[in-house]
């Protein structure tokens, strides 16, 4: 899964670079060709552009970062961790609710694919089968017993 995520967000970057060093540079000489660049509206939007690539490049470069140093031996074999499929029984909404734990960048709610870092996926981490965990959602506190659990060394082992 870091693979993947890797690969798109190298993708991004790799396009975000062409733009900083290629286009945005030509269209910041047309617009001075213009000549007033006080109300030159061409060349003061392709300058927030640059602000705007360089601020998304670093973004992209520190997350690259972040997942180069995730190391999937150090998840948990028995307890809810990253990549873990998760059953739940919901008492608010008395039914039973399957998660998956990814990256921020792969969450999809629709898809019961939570990120790590959302309050559901916090209160999930390190957590057993027969835990309860408590989510603060807007509408109050959730309680989530775990009923079964498929962490990434199961999946990747075919259970």
Do not use: C, W
């Not at 039914?95 to 921020?104: A, D, F, M, R």
Request: proline fraction near 3%; charge should be negative.
């Amino acid at each position: 899964m870091p693979e993947q995520v890797k690969k798109r967000l190298a993708e991004e970057i790799k396009l975000l670079e062409h733009e900083l060093t290629t286009e945005l540079p030509a269209e910041i000489k047309k617009a001075v060709a213009l000549g007033d660049l006080s109300e030159n509206a061409e060349y003061h939007m392709a300058k927030q552009r640059q602000v705007f690539v360089n601020a998304r490049l670093g973004q992209l470069k520190k997350r690259m970062g972040e997942l180069a140093m995730v190391n999937l031996v150090n998840i948990p074999n028995d307890k809810v961790g990253f990549g873990s499929h998760v059953t739940v029984f919901d008492s608010s909404k008395d039914e039973e609710i399957k998660y998956q734990l990814v990256t921020s960048e792969e969450s999809d709610v629709a898809k019961g694919l939570i990120s790590t870092t959302s309050p559901i996926g916090r209160s999930l981490l390190g957590k057993q089968v027969g835990d309860t965990a408590t989510v603060i959602t807007p509408n109050g506190k959730r309680e989530l017993e775990i009923l079964k659990l498929l962490t990434i060394h199961d999946v990747a082992d075919g259970e």
